[in-house]
């Protein structure tokens, strides 16, 4: 990270002090589960990614929930992840699938708000199956209430 994208972080982080802790703890969960269940694919732009980029979203709603509401969480979740989407290099059909996957965790946190993490995880796993792939952003946009990916696993 530069200057720029750290004095961007700090602000954030400022702003939302109570979220910090929970945030980083909901990043490491998700990246250790994602690790154990696919290797090394969830870093390429097929299922396993967008299943990261959905449960990331959901457990950060879900470790925050307990310091805000579920608009304030779910709004710092948006904030959060679409912050790291602007200072990540990404294709902008990556880009576009890697946000659009993130929205997809977040609508799924709230509908399912009183799960337990375990059983949040689960529930998003479920999602993998349904993932669709897409060649365009336009595409991604006519299905917005399922997991997409770019390529095939």
């Not at 954030?12 to 109570?18: E, K, S």
């Not at 929970?22 to 154990?36: E, H, L, N, S």
């Not at 980029?53 to 579920?70: E, F, M, T, V, Y």
Request: glycine fraction near 4%; hydrophobic fraction near 40%.
């Amino acid at each position: 990270m530069d200057f720029k994208q750290l004095w961007s972080l700090a602000g954030l982080c400022l702003r939302h002090p109570l979220f910090v802790f929970p945030t980083y703890v909901a990043t490491r969960k998700t990246i250790k589960i994602c690790d154990q269940k696919f290797g090394k694919a969830h870093h390429k732009n097929g299922r396993a990614n967008a299943f990261r980029h959905a449960l990331w979203n959901a457990l950060i709603i879900h470790k925050c929930n307990r310091w805000g509401s579920i608009d304030k969480t779910t709004a710092w979740a948006k904030r959060i992840t679409d912050w790291h989407e602007d200072f990540s290099v990404n294709a902008a059909l990556a880009r576009a699938m890697d946000l659009h996957n993130n929205q997809i965790g977040r609508t799924f946190a709230r509908k399912h708000r009183d799960s337990s993490e375990s059983q949040l995880v689960q529930l998003v796993m479920v999602l993998i199956p349904l993932s669709r792939k897409h060649t365009t952003i336009q595409q991604m946009q006519e299905h917005p209430d399922t997991l997409t990916h770019i390529e095939d696993d």
